[in-house]
């Protein structure tokens, strides 16, 4: 089956303490707690795949997201990833920081409590393995309805302190991809006929 590779169009991350804040040019997406002065930061990251390379009409059968973790999270860091708003289908760009901050948890769920970003080093995440899995139906939608897909990354309870990936500004860095593997359609039997309510067609 063939399986390609896209790497982030853009990222960036979202961070609540009394009021909200969002980049989109540091060179880290960071995910967990910051405490600076004594003040709580509470830290979601947001990555964007152009699906512009993946065929049109295609049966996803998995979905596989790499990052590359440099500073480790705290002993008790838990990750989760979801669609980025409800589906995947919303633009993190344009959004403003309270509702990015809020739509990198909102959406469905599909990597829950990993103890990955306690380490340092590339991680792979397989967000969803078969054809009717929630990630692989949620890539096939959005390449139909927007050509391009969105996840959201946060530390369960928000209350673990962060980790730092690279960001696509991360000169040299390892930046964010999605691994799409997929079916092709098979095309018409040789001698099938359809009719489309115009004209009657003959293949083979």
């Avoid at 344009?94 to 990597?111: E, F, K, M, V």
């Avoid at 096939?140 to 696509?168: C, I, M, P, T």
Wanted: net charge negative; aromatic share 10%.
């Amino acid at each position: 089956m063939p399986i390609i590779t896209i790497t982030a169009d853009y990222d960036g991350y979202a961070r609540f303490n009394a009021g909200y804040y969002k980049t989109d040019i540091a060179v880290n997406l960071q995910i967990g707690l910051g405490i600076v002065k004594g003040t709580n930061y509470y830290h979601r990251s947001f990555i964007r795949f152009p699906l512009s390379s993946l065929p049109a009409g295609v049966n996803v059968t998995q979905v596989r997201l790499k990052v590359y973790c440099y500073v480790a999270g705290g002993a008790a860091h838990l990750l989760d990833i979801h669609a980025y708003d409800t589906n995947g289908q919303s633009n993190p760009q344009p959004d403003n920081a309270q509702t990015a901050y809020n739509r990198c948890a909102s959406g469905n769920l599909y990597i829950n409590d990993s103890d990955a970003l306690r380490t340092i080093n590339t991680k792979w995440f397989t967000l969803g393995d078969g054809e009717n899995a929630q990630a692989c139906i949620d890539v096939e939608n959005a390449k139909s309805a927007v050509n391009q897909f969105s996840v959201g990354l946060h530390e369960e309870g928000d209350n673990d302190a962060r980790a730092y990936l690279h960001a696509l500004e991360y000169t040299g860095g390892i930046p964010a991809q999605l691994e799409i593997t997929y079916e092709e359609a098979a095309p018409p039997p040789a001698g099938y006929s359809y009719n489309d309510g115009l004209v009657c067609v003959r293949v083979g």
